[in-house]
């Protein structure tokens, strides 16, 4: 029977805790758990911010959509003048 350790004995042989070294570590995991509070609010906040303009479109047949214009290279004329849209243009199929 001696040898089997009750749990009394083992807090026995424990070294004791600092009673400042255990308020430090209250301390220490408050300020750990507002840092990743102050963490993950930003991070919320710019996906948010993000996915705002940056949702997918739904879009369905006989949808009228406008096409941009800022990547065509077979406009003639001042560029600068001309439409930035063209359309309105009806989708006739929807595919990927």
């Known amino acids: ?3 089997q350790i009750t749990s009394r004995n083992l807090r026995n042989e424990l070294v004791e ?3 400042t070294a255990a308020s430090s ?3 220490l995991d ?5 840092a990743v509070r102050c963490m993950e609010d930003p991070f919320a906040y710019a996906k948010d911010k993000w996915d705002k303009p940056h949702a997918t479109a739904d879009f369905r047949v006989v949808d009228l959509v406008l096409l ?3 990547n065509f290279n077979n406009i ?3 560029k600068k003048l001309k439409d930035s ?3 309105p243009f009806v989708i006739e199929a929807l595919h990927g």
Do not use: D, Q, Y
Request: charged residues 25%; contains cysteine.
């Open 1 to 3: 029977m001696e040898s």
């Open 17 to 19: 805790i600092h009673p």
């Open 25 to 27: 570590k209250v301390m």
């Open 30 to 34: 408050k300020a750990r758990k507002h």
């Open 68 to 70: 941009s214009t800022t």
């Open 76 to 78: 003639k004329g001042c």
């Open 85 to 87: 849209l063209a359309g």
